[in-house]
C-alpha cells in the first residue's frame, strides 16, 4: 500500500516480534497415538516441531508454559529464522525466562522481558542485564562443552562454523564491544524510518497512527489497544513504559540488524532498525487472555490496556513455566508448598531448542532423519513463500501445518489480505496438505492437515510441472508488494524480508569495517534503494 509521498511498508525486512497471538504447539499438533505409547512403554512420547520464522519464541514459551495440562512429552523445537539477529534474541529471551528465581525475582524477569522484547529504548539497569548476558553467550557460542552443561536446551549443532562465528559477533555488539551511543544511535534511526514511511503525512503523524490504529487494528480484532500506548509506540518505539518516561534513554542493541544497500553503485553494510514500524508488539501477548476479566468493557471501552495485557500474561507465563517441574501429584494442589529447586533445571531437560541452519528449508528434506519427522509445522506470514512440497516432505503422515496470515499487518487492504490467505491455501496443497476438517475457521492462522497418503511425489500432473521452487518463492510476495510501491532503505519491504536466506546469510552481522565507513544515518540518506537480495 503506498502513501502520500511515503513508502507504505512499514513491516520493515526484519522481523522482531510476532503479528500473532501466542500458540500452544500441542493443542495445535495431532494427539499422541496410543500405539505409539505402548510401544514406548518406558520412554516418554516426543513432540517434533518445525517453526519458520517465530521470531519471539512466544509460542514456544505457551507450550512450555500449558505443557502441565496435557500428558508428559518431551518437546524437540526446530527453529529455522532468515537472521542470526532473531536466533540470538531467542537465546536471549529464553536465558531470561528460564532464569533461577534465586538470581532473579518473577517481576524482574518479566519487565526485563517485556523492555527487551519491543521496547526501542531501555532503562539503564535493563541495558546492564543484556550486556551481561550476552557477554556470557558470546563466551559460550564458541565453546560447544561448556555451552551444552551451562544451556542443556539449546543445540546449536545444525548451524555452520561462519553462522557461529557470526552469532559470536552479534552478542559482542549487544555486550558493548562498539562503545558509545553512536554505534547504534535508535532514536535517529527510528525517526528516520518513521519519516520515509509516512511522507508529506508526517506532520499529521499522530493523525495517521489514531486513523491505522481505529480503523484497522480495532476493526481486525485487536481493539484492547489504546491510543495513548500505541501513538507513543510509534513516536518513540517504546511500546512498554513500565516506569517514568525519562527513564528510557539506553538504545536496544537487540534490535540492530544488518543490511546491505546500494550507495554510489557499490553494495554496503549498514547497521540499523529495519523491523516494523506499523503495528507493534502488541498482538503477539497484548489482545488475548485466559482471564476473560483483562478482556471486560465498560461503556464500550476496554479497561485495560494492551500494556497492562501484555504484562499479566508474561508474568503468568514465567510463573507457568517455573512450576511445570513440580511432582505431577502436587500440581493441582495450589496451597502447596514453593517449587523445589530443582524444578527449573528438570524443566530445561524436558525440552530441546534446535535452531537450524539459515537458507536450509528447501534442503532438509534430503537428510534422512528429517524427513516425515515433525507433527506440527509452523510457518510465519514472512516465510510463507518456502512452504512447498520440500517442506512436506519433512511432515509425518497426520501432520499438521499452521500458517500465520497476515491480519495484523495494517499496511495491506482487505482484498490482499483475502489474496494473502488464498495464496497460502494453494502453496499449502502442493505441499500435500488439505484443509483441517472441523477446524473453526480464523483470520488469524489458516490450518491444514497431512493425509497418511500424501507425498510431495504423489502430486497431480499439474503441480509437479509447476517451475522449480527457487522460481516459485516469489509468487506469494506479490500479494504483500504492491506494485508500484517506492522500496527504500530506511523502511525496507515485505518482499525483502521474505527473501531466501542465501541473501541474509552474507550480512548476518555486518564486517564492523563497514560499518564504521559511514553512521546509518548517513546511509539512510544517501542512498536511495536498496539493491534486492539475490534469489538462489
Known amino acids: 500500500m503506498t502513501t502520500p509521498a511515503g513508502s507504505g511498508t512499514g513491516f520493515g525486512s526484519v522481523c522482531w516480534w510476532g503479528l500473532s497471538p501466542a500458540l500452544d504447539l500441542q493443542a495445535e499438533s495431532p494427539p499422541v497415538d496410543p500405539d505409539s505409547q505402548a510401544d514406548t512403554a518406558h520412554k516418554t512420547p516426543e513432540l517434533d516441531v518445525l ?19 496435557w ?32 538470581k532473579m525475582g518473577l517481576r524482574e524477569r518479566s519487565e526485563a522481558f517485556l523492555e527487551v522484547w519491543g521496547n526501542a529504548l531501555l532503562r539503564p539497569p535493563v541495558a546492564a542485564l543484556v ?18 552443561e551451562q544451556l542443556p536446551w539449546l543445540s546449536l549443532r545444525a548451524l555452520k562454523f561462519r553462522e557461529r562465528d557470526a552469532l559470536e559477533a552479534v552478542f559482542r555488539f549487544w555486550s558493548g564491544g562498539e562503545k558509545g551511543p553512536e554505534a547504534f544511535p535508535m532514536s535517529r534511526l527510528w525517526d528516520s524510518r518513521l519519516r520515509h514511511y509516512l511522507g508529506s503525512r508526517y506532520d499529521a503523524r499522530r493523525g495517521v497512527s489514531d486513523w491505522d490504529l481505529r480503523m484497522k487494528l480495532h476493526d481486525r480484532g485487536a481493539q484492547v489497544i489504546h491510543t495513548q500506548e500505541f501513538r507513543r509506540w510509534r513516536d518513540t518505539g517504546v511500546a512498554f513504559e513500565l516506569r517514568d518516561s525519562s527513564a528510557y534513554h539506553v538504545p536496544n542493541r537487540t534490535l540492530a540488524s544488518g543490511r546491505l544497500l546500494s550507495h554510489r553503485g557499490e553494495r554496503v553494510a549498514a547497521r540499523g532498525y529495519w523491523g516494523d514500524i506499523a503495528t507493534g508488539p502488541f498482538v503477539a501477548f497484548g489482545i488475548e487472555a485466559d482471564d476473560q476479566s483483562l478482556l471486560r468493557t465498560s461503556n464500550g ?4 490496556t494492551a500494556g497492562e495485557i501484555t504484562q499479566h500474561n508474561v508474568t503468568e507465563l514465567f510463573r507457568e513455566v517455573a512450576a511445570w517441574g513440580r511432582p505431577r501429584a502436587a500440581q493441582g494442589d495450589k496451597e502447596e508448598e514453593p517449587q523445589p529447586r530443582t524444578s527449573a533445571a528438570s524443566a530445561r531437560e524436558s525440552f530441546t531448542v534446535h535452531f537450524l541452519a539459515l537458507g536450509s528449508a528447501q534442503t532438509l528434506h534430503h537428510k534422512r ?25 519433512c511432515v509425518s503422515p497426520g501432520g499438521n501445518l499452521v500458517v500465520e496470515l497476515a491480519r495484523y499487518l495494517v499496511d495491506l487492504r482487505p482484498e490482499q489480505l ?31 492437515c497431512k493425509s497418511g497418503d500424501s507425498a510431495p511425489s504423489g502430486l497431480d ?12 518463492l516469489a509468487c506469494p510476495l506479490e500479494v504483500v508488494s504492491v506494485p508500484g510501491a517506492d522500496p527504500a532503505p530506511a523502511t525496507g519491504s515485505p518482499r525483502l524480508s ?6 541474509s546469510a552474507e550480512v548476518p552481522a555486518p564486517p564492523q569495517e563497514a560499518l564504521t565507513t559511514e553512521s546509518p544515518a548517513q546511509n539512510l540518506e544517501s542512498a536511495p534503494t536498496p539493491d534486492p537480495a539475490p534469489h538462489p
Do not use: W
Not at 509445522?377 to 516465510?383: K, P, Q, R, S, T
Not at 483475502?418 to 502453496?427: D, G, K, P
Open 71 to 102: 500428558p508428559r512429552r518431551r518437546f524437540n523445537f526446530y527453529v529455522l529464522e532468515n537472521n542470526l539477529e532473531a536466533v540470538a534474541r531467542h537465546m536471549l529471551i529464553f536465558s531470561l525466562a528460564l532464569e533461577e528465581p534465586e
Open 51 to 69: 517453526l519458520l520464522g517465530s521470531v519471539d519464541g512466544r509460542h514456544l514459551l505457551r507450550t512450555l508454559a500449558r505443557a502441565a495440562l
Open 369 to 393: 532423519c528429517y524427513q516425515g519427522r515433525f507433527q506440527l509445522l509452523y510457518v510465519a506470514c514472512g516465510m510463507v513463500h518456502l512452504l512447498g512440497p520440500e517442506l512436506g516432505a
Open 498 to 503: 521474505s527473501q531466501p536466506q542465501d541473501s
Open 301 to 304: 471501552q476496554p479497561v485495560k
Open 418 to 448: 483475502q489474496a494473502f490467505s488464498a495464496r497460502v491455501s494453494e502453496l499449502a496443497r502442493e505441499a500435500g496438505f488439505a484443509p483441517q476438517t472441523g477446524a473453526s475457521p480464523s483470520e488469524t492462522f489458516a490450518r491444514f
Open 131 to 148: 550486556r551481561a548476558q550476552a557477554e556470557r553467550l558470546a563466551n559460550l557460542v564458541p565453546e560447544p562443552d561448556r555451552l551444552a
Open 461 to 472: 500432473p499439474a503441480v509437479e510441472s509447476e517451475p522449480a521452487p527457487g522460481e516459485v
